[in-house]
T-cell receptor, first 112, second 116 residues
Framework: DAKTTQPTSMDCAEGRAANLPCNHSTISGNEYVYWYRQIHSQGPQYIIHGLKNNETNEMASLIITEDRKSSTLILPHATLRDTAVYYCIVRPATSGTYKYIFGTGTRLKVLA | ETGVTQSPTHLIKTRGQQVTLRCSSQSGHNTVSWYQQALGQGPQFIFQYYREEENGRGNFPPRFSGLQFPNYSSELNVNALELDDSALYLC???????????????FGEGSRLTVL
């Protein structure tokens, strides 16, 4: 079973910020939070990951709560091309495998 | 583009047949993971190869097997195909070490298998 809980779907107006929440209340101290997205008929694409500090890159920002039990992925100015399924995943930093446990993710639809 | 290529992109098989899917990893990546994604579901981890050895496996039966070659490309073989094996099979490469893998996975576009 996935260690994360995400809303099934969300809509966002084009040009506005998209805020995608994720609950990971059972996260362990050595587990990172990863976000991937999957545009229709393509393989998943890495977005960002973090341990406990907020992170930002050219694609998005990741806000992790102080207790690390939840996080929010922020797409600052959503475009139609951001329409995709977004997956929040937790995994240990020292894992010897890339066994990601994907849930069913959040289906984000960006509206014109 | 991730530099990970998979072939074939689509194929149709019948129950009981065998299938081989191929993956060419991104240059310099020594680790390949395979995932199965059924329609409407998230990807499920099948197994991982690191430097030609399997070093992690998900909850899949032995009829799912694989290989990794010296150039780090990989194959996924599925024997005795069942209807439920119909899915998108994703290959992902990464640069890993035996004990620590914190980096990202680079996924290919997948091979869509239909079993009739």
């Amino acid at each position: 079973d996935a260690k994360t809980t995400q809303p099934t779907s969300m809509d966002c107006a084009e040009g506005r910020a998209a805020n995608l929440p994720c609950n990971h209340s059972t996260i362990s101290g050595n587990e990172y939070v990863y976000w991937y997205r999957q545009i229709h008929s393509q393989g998943p694409q890495y977005i960002i990951h973090g341990l406990k500090n907020n992170e930002t890159n050219e694609m998005a920002s990741l806000i992790i709560t102080e207790d690390r039990k939840s996080s929010t992925l922020i797409l600052p100015h959503a475009t139609l091309r951001d329409t995709a399924v977004y997956y929040c995943i937790v995994r240990p930093a020292t894992s010897g495998t890339y066994k990601y446990i994907f849930g069913t993710g959040t289906r984000l639809k960006v509206l014109a | 583009e991730t530099g990970v290529t998979q072939s074939p992109t689509h194929l149709i098989k019948t129950r009981g047949q065998q299938v081989t899917l191929r993956c060419s990893s991104q240059s310099g990546h020594n680790t390949v993971s395979w995932y199965q994604q059924a329609l409407g579901q998230g990807p499920q981890f099948i197994f991982q190869y690191y430097r030609e050895e399997e070093n992690g496996r998900g909850n899949f039966p032995p009829r799912f097997s694989g290989l990794q070659f010296p150039n780090y490309s990989s194959e996924l073989n599925v024997n005795a195909l069942e209807l439920d094996d119909s899915a998108l099979y994703l290959c992902a490469s990464s640069l890993g070490t035996r004990g620590r893998n914190t980096g990202e996975l680079f996924f290919g576009e997948g091979s869509r298998l239909t079993v009739l």
